[in-house]
């Protein structure tokens, strides 16, 4: 469920008109719904929070760290952080961000093939929950880190359990061929070689099998996995005390059945690896936020050729903005955000003005007829939009607005042509004629 609804002849943000946005803000742009953050993240959390078997043996509820790549606006984390949501992340700009947001640092994993040194040594210092080392050159890095900074640091192995899923094979990461984790066998060898090592502290395993994931079959086969690992861990001797089972619970993108509900989802997790005396961890990324934000651009015109009749819809939202149906082939509804008159349809190629080819959002839809001047709204934009958003052709970031009931404010306004660039420096050699 989500926020954005025809209301009145035209599509709303919650309590705000998505038209009256897009004339005060401009287009392309972002609009977030913060409802539909707070209840993506309620549904998923209490759907995971309610399973007895869920719990650790000290009682604490499955750690719900959202995967910030999906969308890092500060407003965005900070209003995650506000109902109690950890962060996975990936980089050192994403714990600052965390950080900033108020997310705790102990609500903190750093996942990630190439963490740098400096990178560790910032987790570290900072205190998070923990690192999830994905090889054994990591893992010896990271005992160096450590024993340098004089700290202690906790850890879980990244499993690639060899079963891939997802929407796409570039968003698969546990086939076994994939770039991410170990096996397990090599798991539970470098887990005894973090046991041995005082400067390491291993505390479990974590998986994470790929994204956009409609069917719970390939996630329940690597969980079960999992759990056998816990056991063979324990049987030589170590302690395992952390599960991580990653992100990658699919949405609806309008145009394929209905992933499975998260209470689906923790129920198959509970009855999998349920009562195995852990604490619980999942990332959540695009389940969170995908559906809380559209990406709002204006039909420049519409471009019929002589020769074919193709009608190509050309709007003012690019590849730049959204790159996912260039890079995956990804399906984004595309909706009008005024009610049109008439039921007439036409067939469109809906295209951006960047210079590409692949800057082409979809083929042949058939869609209600528009004309230029009209808004039209890519739904399901909220995650790997925005944060996967370039100024390719040397267009301005699409800006973000966050709207919360009748109230909306722009987090993230469009870099002016000045701003953008100020940011280039001239060498000395090149004399100054502005
Ligand atoms: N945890 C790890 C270790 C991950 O690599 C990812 C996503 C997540 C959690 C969150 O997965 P989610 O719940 O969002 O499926 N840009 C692509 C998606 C890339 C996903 C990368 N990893 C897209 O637009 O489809």
Known sequence: MNHFDIRDGEMHAEGVSVRELAERVGTPLYVYSSATFERHF???SQALWAQDALQSPKNEAPLIAYATKANSNLAVLQTLAEQGAGADTVSEGEIRKALTAGIPPERIVFSGVGKTDAEMAFALKTGIYQ???ESKPELERLSHVAASLGVVAPI???INPGVGAGGHAKITT???KDKFGVSAREAISLYGQAAADPNIAPMGIACH???QITDLAPMQAAFSKMKGWVQELRASGLSVERLDLGGGLGVPYFNMPEPPSPNDFAQMVALTVGNLGVRYAFEPGRLIAANAGILVSRVIHIHEREDSGQKFLVVDAAMNDLIR???YDAYHDIRPVTAVQTNETAIYDVVGPVCETGDTFT????MPALKAGDLVAFMSAGAYGAVMGSEY????????VLVRDTNWAVVRPRPAYEEMMNREVLPEWLRPHR
Not at 363 to 366: A, E, L, T
Request: hydrophobic share 40%; charged share 20%; proline share 10%.
């Open 174 to 176: 546990g086939g076994a």
């Open 131 to 133: 690192l999830n080392v």
């Open 156 to 158: 879980v192995i990244r």
């Open 363 to 366: 083929r042949g839809r058939d």
């Open 325 to 327: 149906p260039a890079m």
């Open 209 to 211: 099998i790929g994204s």
């Open 393 to 400: 052709n040397s267009r301005p970031l699409a800006p973000e």
């Open 42 to 44: 309620q549904v998923f």
